[in-house]
């Protein structure tokens, strides 16, 4: 059974000229997705498709102009907006691609502890850290004095501390070297076999299909095309959509 299920999902934003309301600006049309235990999902599309919006859906933190329809569950409970929002960092952590989902005047180790779970929270956020070569000074540091890769390194650290059973990495990985890019896939692929289910999304076509089990593409909006990881590769130009034949030429 999924443990995160999306059902029909559309998002809109109004549009307002001198004051009225002029149109809605529809991003996501009518999303069908779901993510099993164990699972790494990896939803591959362009920039601007409306990846992270269906992130933020999930999490319950859309802006306030956003409409939004359709289902969202959780191990088979339909998730109103006031569970989603309980739910964030608890049953359902999010590795955000914005930087500004840190708070800029606390350091990162206080931050990183805050999502953690268990009583030794210091030694968690050590172990979280030391697994991503983030070194015992990082953890003194403000958000503003840490490098680009070091940012991305706490903010996974984030969701792992946290346990949770459904992960949403959004771009997790630019910016950083190719080494610690590689070791951050692997950590996310463990949080799935240790009986996460994770969503990974991504434009790195190349790194998606290295640790997911299944492909959503993502195109304008809405996923035009879901398969297993070997039909992907295997189907080629019998992909049904001209965006997934043209990610399945970009493959490495
Ligand atoms: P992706 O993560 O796939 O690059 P996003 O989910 O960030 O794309 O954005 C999808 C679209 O939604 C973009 O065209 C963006 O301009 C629009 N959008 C996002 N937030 C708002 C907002 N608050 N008001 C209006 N449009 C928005
Ligand atoms: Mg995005």
């Not at 960092?89 to 955000?96: N, T």
């Not at 805050?114 to 968690?124: N, R």
């Not at 890769?149 to 346990?163: D, H, K």
């Not at 990881?229 to 043209?246: C, I, N, Q, T």
């Amino acid at each position: 059974m999924p443990l995160l299920e999306v059902d029909e999902l559309s998002i809109s934003f109004n549009q307002y000229s001198k004051g009225f309301k002029k149109s809605d600006l529809k991003v996501i049309q009518n999303l069908t997705m779901s993510i099993d235990k164990g699972e790494v999902v990896a939803v591959v599309g362009s920039s601007g498709s409306g990846k992270s919006l269906l992130a933020h859906a999930i999490l319950g933190i859309l802006p306030s102009n956003a409409n939004i329809s359709g289902t969202i569950k959780y191990d088979g409970d339909e998730l109103t907006q006031k569970k989603r929002t309980d739910m964030q960092g608890d049953e359902i952590a999010l590795v955000p691609q914005s930087v500004n989902f840190l708070d800029p005047l606390m350091k990162t180790g206080a931050q990183v502890r805050l999502a953690a779970k268990k009583k030794d929270a210091i030694g968690a956020q050590r172990r979280v850290f030391d697994q991503y070569h983030l070194d015992r000074n990082a953890e003194k540091l403000y958000p503003f004095q840490l490098s680009g890769g070091m940012t991305r390194r706490v903010l996974v650290s984030t969701a792992v501390i946290s346990e949770a059973k459904v992960i949403i990495a959004d771009e997790p990985t630019p910016g950083l070297d190719p080494v610690v890019v590689k070791e951050a896939l692997s950590s996310i692929r463990e949080l799935a076999d240790n009986g996460s289910a994770v969503m990974l999304i991504t434009h790195d076509i190349g790194s998606a299909l290295s640790i997911a089990d299944k492909i959503a593409v993502f195109y304008a909006g809405t996923t035009v095309e879901i398969a297993t990881v070997k039909d992907f590769y295997g189907k080629g130009e019998a992909l049904r959509h001209p965006y997934s034949k043209a990610l399945w030429r970009a493959l490495p």
